[in-house]
């Protein structure tokens, strides 16, 4: 019987709500919460299979897992963490699962551009600190409709065209920029460089993966190419956007705003200044962590590891 080990199934399970099953029936099933490389080293000895949501799995790490060992699956769409060259040269093949939280993560740029128009979270600060003027005098706040407005992508997989899907429904109109040049059918959208995405934005979302390309594509320079009444949402990898650059243009008021999913590192500091900006909105890399796309995260787990021991292995990084 092939042995699966999940070394750190509480990341995507926190709540104790996933339902395991479609991994059990694959295999001898184990499930950790491995804190430390000792532990990652104990767990995976005798087993075939090796689940990771987001766990660090340097070179000297991999060199060291048994020979029992022949995939890594992440439970998720970035494999940055994992070091794909060491697992090749180990004879590990890696897999990851694209696509189980397209729609959600999809959702929250969308719930960014929507608060960030109508200034939600500024009116929201007001409140709590008793300042009422918004219901007593005129608004204080920015506040504007979407409609004709336009949408930057950066990077036109599942997500960024679900995102586009759904702008288009709100009246917007879409700029994308990605490695491979797209022609779209519909007018509204067009394919331009970063430069002119940047330049002629309202929104600007970023949909791309982490690469050494990626790594702080978009710094100072690229800031500047932007609107001061543009806005900037990431739920991609926050290592995309140089946050130093970043927090400078936000406090001098190069762009109006930023809607933030993921930051670098991951947790923030807690005395990160994006914490106190009334003009940006952080949440703690939640997009993926939907109910649904974490159960479809499981459920697609399962379908990679079926399609390994048939010798039909799908979604492989490290071929």
């Avoid at 490389?37 to 987001?54: G, P, R």
């Avoid at 200034?119 to 219901?135: A, C, G, H, K, P």
């Avoid at 949909?207 to 050494?212: G, I, Q, V």
Wanted: glycine fraction near 4%.
């Amino acid at each position: 019987m092939n042995k699966i080990a999940f070394l750190n199934s509480s990341s995507i399970d926190f709540d104790s709500q996933l339902d395991f099953s479609p991994l059990m029936k694959l295999g001898e099933f184990s499930s950790y919460n491995v804190t430390s490389e000792q532990e990652i080293l104990e767990k995976v000895i005798d087993q075939n299979i090796v689940i990771t949501k987001e766990l660090p799995l340097p070179k000297h790490l991999i060199e060291q897992f048994p020979p029992s060992v022949k995939l890594i699956c992440e439970a998720g769409t970035g494999y940055n963490n994992i070091d794909l060259p060491a697992a090749k040269e180990k004879g590990i093949l890696v897999c990851n699962v694209p696509g189980y939280s397209t729609e959600a993560v999809a959702q929250l740029a969308i719930t960014f551009i929507l608060n960030l128009n109508s200034s939600i979270i500024q009116q929201q600060r007001m409140i709590e600190r008793d300042n009422f003027s918004n219901f007593t005098q005129n608004l204080q706040v920015p506040h504007f409709e979407i409609q004709n407005k336009t949408l930057g992508l950066i990077g036109t997989g599942a997500i960024g065209n679900q995102v586009m899907s759904i702008a288009r429904a709100l009246g917007m109109d879409v700029l994308t920029y990605s490695r491979t040049p797209k022609n779209f059918d519909d007018p509204r959208i067009k394919s331009v460089s970063l430069d002119e995405l940047l330049s002629q934005s309202d929104f600007v979302s970023i949909h791309c993966p982490l690469t050494a390309e990626t790594k702080h594509l978009i710094d100072m320079d690229k800031l500047k190419l932007m609107k001061p009444t543009a806005f900037i949402i990431n739920t991609a990898r926050g290592a995309i956007i140089k946050e130093v650059d970043l927090i400078e243009a936000l406090e001098k008021g190069i762009i109006a705003g930023a809607g933030l999913d993921v930051q670098d590192p991951e947790p923030p500091q807690l005395d990160n200044p994006l914490f106190a900006m009334d003009n940006v909105i952080l949440t703690p890399h939640i997009g993926w962590k939907t109910l649904e796309s974490r159960q479809r995260l499981v459920q697609i787990s399962a379908e990679n590891i079926q399609a390994f021991l048939t010798n039909q292995p799908v979604n492989i990084v490290n071929s």
